[in-house]
């Protein structure tokens, strides 16, 4: 039987490496899908929550099934695309200023 | 009007005219309405003088004595208050001096109009003039000695002003120094005589008062019961106290050895001269004299007649010798002052008083004339480069003659026709034999010498006037350039030279036939040598044939002769050894300027330096000590703020730099470095969260 531990293991897996591909790569888009990542373990363990949540036995009782980890996926859904839309856009011009991707280029402050 | 109102303001109308031309000045009218301005009230004054004069003499001639308290300074035996008193004093002398004051004042006020023509503070000198008029009349009307003091002050600050009016020049501005410094020696003596009087004599500073007992004037009636001629122990404060008071006289009117001043005036204005040597300051010292003689000692007699004869005789022997022609008038001044002195020194209060009057008039005249050649010579003083100046001025050429015949003591011969000088100095040396004589009687045998003095003086006297008169208006002319320009004044000039030479001639005459008798312009206890008069007349007869006959056209005749061709012959004579040396003695003034800056400058010098040394090292050592503690507790809390205070805030700024420093390395726009810092941090919290999260969740929250 498959239980809400299965589902936070599989959103720490995702989390995880999408943690990882953000500390390791150095291609801009490897680390937005990196973001991606740990924006969709974040979704997973909403949605797995929606369906363990422990308002379960008064919809068994029949009450009406609560959504509010299934709203806040959707919107976490297109904050997703929002972001992915601006990432986007400062890597073209990131592009445009550097002739390259890659984050390292973009130490320029004299820290 | 009563003669004390009248004569109040006859006072107070100069002031008047004197605070509104200085307070509204050069702003509301021009110089010339000023001018008239002041000339209309010091006009205003002469004619409440002479309605006074007037009525005073026709009525019983009581004198008038107003007394008000001022100050309270102590308490008299019986309780009641001690008090310095002041108010008006009228008698025939206040009313005399009044007329011939204000008549002065007038004319020089108008001369000045002439003289000051052009000059560009012209309105500001009137005003002084306006000032100095006051002063003198004030002191005339004072009743107490203290106000008189006052006046006297005033008389002295305004002829300062008037002496130094053009400042810009370095000889008045010493000679109005000089003056100054010369009067205050004297004016010392005045106030330590009223000193003296008041505390030890136990005399009012009043000259008579009705409510508070007899006054100054009262206590010569004690005087008379003692011998004139033998002066007691037992009044010598009364003696130091009439020298004290002489002295202030002595500084006023130049007397030796205070006379140093007088000859330096001249370098004020002419108009100034003229007053200064007539109505005003000189008259003040033989009047304050006079005010006080009741009070004089037989002691203090002697002293006052010898500094008039040693004045009388130095003065006029220098006047012989100088060639500046207001130096000559000046000394001349001096001598005739000197004869005042020594006739109120001799007893003769009112030949003094009468000879102070007649020879206000002619001097007033003379110097006059004098600026009326300094102005048409374009300001040349020296007699050397006049002559022959009759023709171009006869006008100022027949004043100057009929005044240097005046002050000569000019006579018709065994008549008693005679211009003014002539009756005023044949009562000084008449007064003179007497007192010679009473000298005599009493042991003195040298007390001849006051009468052979001024008898001989007489005759230098016309010879050294004719001098001057001849080497200006007779001759040939010696500098033609001069003589060119020269020209007879304007009217506002001559005018006030032939008022005055018809007093000149008249006033002796009139007030010795007309003007009733003069010994009655006098109090009767003034003449405490008179039962002797008639004797010494009897003498003098023989003195008046000898020199009022035929004696003043001797020194006449032989100033025409030596001088009628220039100094020629005086320089040949001059040129003599022996007479080289006393020439040389003479121009100079006796030394005594050489003298007194030997003597006195040279002791306030040093006395100067060594105040100045006490004050450098002592007085500035004090302060400068305490500038330096000052200082050095300034660098202590300098240094304690520097230390502390700004280390503190320079501490805290380093530290946030050092700090700024360390971290600033973290911003360096590494982003996975970011992003590895915020994981870290983030798992760290998590970490340290959980055991709590955990605990709260097993076993509740604390309780507490």
């Not at chain 2, 004319?107 to 000198?125: A, N, P, Q």
């Amino acid at each position: 039987m498959i239980g809400l531990s299965h589902f936070l293991a599989l959103s720490a897996i995702l989390f995880g490496c999408g943690a990882a591909t953000i500390l390791t790569k150095r291609n801009a888009i490897g680390i937005l899908m990196g973001v991606e990542l740990i924006l969709n373990a974040a979704n997973v363990n909403l949605v797995a929550f929606n369906l363990y949540n422990w308002a379960g036995e008064a919809v068994a009782q029949g009450a009406a099934p609560a959504v509010d980890g299934l709203m806040f996926a959707m919107f976490i859904i297109v904050l997703a695309a929002a972001e992915a839309a601006i990432a986007l856009a400062i890597f073209l011009n990131f592009y445009n200023h550097f002739s390259t991707i890659d984050i390292e280029r973009a130490r320029m402050l004299r820290g | 009007m009563t003669p004390e109102n009248l004569l109040v303001l006859a006072t107070a109308l100069p002031a008047i005219g004197f605070a509104i031309v200085i307070l509204l000045g050069a702003r509301v009218a021009n110089e010339k309405v000023w001018s008239w301005f002041t000339v209309g009230m010091v006009g205003g004054s002469l004619v409440c003088s002479v309605i006074a004069y007037v009525n005073f003499m026709a009525g019983s001639g009581e004198p008038v004595s107003i007394a008000w308290n001022w100050l309270q300074i102590g308490v008299n035996a019986d309780g009641s208050g001690r008090y310095l008193q002041i108010g008006p004093y009228v008698d025939k002398m206040t009313v005399l001096l009044f007329a011939m004051v204000t008549i002065i004042s007038t004319l020089v006020h108008i001369y000045s109009i002439g003289y000051m023509e052009g000059d560009s503070r012209k309105t500001r000198f009137m005003a002084y003039m306006q000032l100095f008029t006051f002063s003198m009349l004030g002191i005339v009307l004072g009743n107490s000695l203290l106000q008189l003091y006052i006046f006297w002050e005033l008389v002295g600050i305004s002829s300062y002003l008037l002496i130094g009016f053009w400042y810009e020049k370095r000889g008045p501005q010493l000679a109005c120094k000089k003056a100054f410094v010369m009067n205050r020696i004297g004016d010392m003596g005045f106030a330590v005589g009223m000193g003296i009087l008041f505390f030890k004599c136990g005399g009012d500073l009043v000259l008579r008062s009705a409510e508070s007992g007899p006054g100054i004037f009262g206590t010569i009636m004690d005087r008379l019961a003692i011998d004139p001629l033998n002066a007691g122990a037992d009044n010598w404060w009364l003696t130091l106290a009439g020298i004290g008071l002489f002295m202030g006289a002595m500084g006023k009117s130049a007397q030796f050895p205070l006379q140093t001043w007088l000859p330096d005036a001249m370098e004020g204005p002419t108009p100034v001269s003229s007053i200064v040597h007539s109505a005003t300051m000189v008259a003040a010292g033989v009047y304050l004299t006079a005010r006080i003689f009741p009070l004089l000692t037989p002691a203090a007699h002697l002293f006052v007649a010898t500094i008039g004869l040693i004045t009388l005789i130095m003065a006029a022997l220098i006047a012989c010798v100088q060639t500046d022609i207001k130096k000559v008038l000046a000394y001349s001044t001096l001598s005739q002052l000197g004869y005042m002195v020594l006739a109120l020194g001799a007893g003769s209060y009112t030949y003094a008083m009468f000879h102070l009057v007649t020879h206000a008039f002619f001097k007033c005249c003379l110097f006059q004339c004098a600026g009326s050649v300094i102005h048409a010579a374009h300001h040349e003083q020296e007699m050397t480069k006049y002559g022959g100046l009759l023709r171009k001025m006869p006008i100022t050429a027949a004043c100057f003659a009929v005044c240097t015949l005046a002050i000569a003591g000019a006579s018709i011969p065994y008549t008693e026709m005679a211009l003014s000088g002539y009756y005023s100095k044949d009562g000084i040396i008449a007064a003179t034999v007497n007192y010679g004589d009473a000298l005599a009687a009493h042991g003195m045998d040298w007390g001849k010498v006051f009468y052979w003095g001024p008898t001989i003086i007489a005759y230098v006297t016309a010879f050294y006037m004719t001098r001057a008169f001849v080497l200006t208006f007779l001759g040939k002319p010696r500098d033609r350039h001069l003589h060119d320009h020269a020209h007879e004044v304007n009217w506002t000039m001559w005018f006030p030279q032939v008022v005055l030479a018809s007093f000149a001639v008249f006033i002796g005459w009139s007030f010795f036939k007309v003007g009733a008798n003069i010994h009655e312009t006098a109090p009767e206890m003034a003449q405490p040598f008179d039962p002797e008069h008639d004797l010494a007349h009897g003498f003098h007869f023989v003195h008046a044939a000898l020199l009022h006959g035929f004696g003043w056209m001797i020194s006449i005749g032989l100033g025409f002769a030596l001088y009628v061709n220039g100094l020629s012959i005086a320089s040949k004579i001059a040129a003599i050894p022996g007479i080289a040396q006393i020439h040389w003695w003479l121009y100079n003034k006796m030394g005594f300027d050489g003298l007194y800056d030997i003597i006195a400058v040279n002791l306030g010098k040093a006395l100067s330096s060594i105040l100045g040394a006490f004050d450098r090292y002592v007085v500035d050592g004090a302060v400068n000590g305490a500038a330096w503690i000052g200082r050095e507790l300034g660098f202590l809390v300098g240094g304690f703020d520097y230390q502390y205070v700004d280390g503190t805030v320079r501490g805290s700024g380093r530290a946030a730099l050092r700090l700024g420093s360390i971290l600033h390395r973290t911003q360096a726009g590494n982003i996975r470095m970011y992003v590895l810092i915020l994981f870290v941090a983030v798992f760290t919290g998590l970490a340290i969260a959980t055991p709590f999260a955990l605990g709260w969740v097993w076993f509740g929250l604390p309780s507490h």
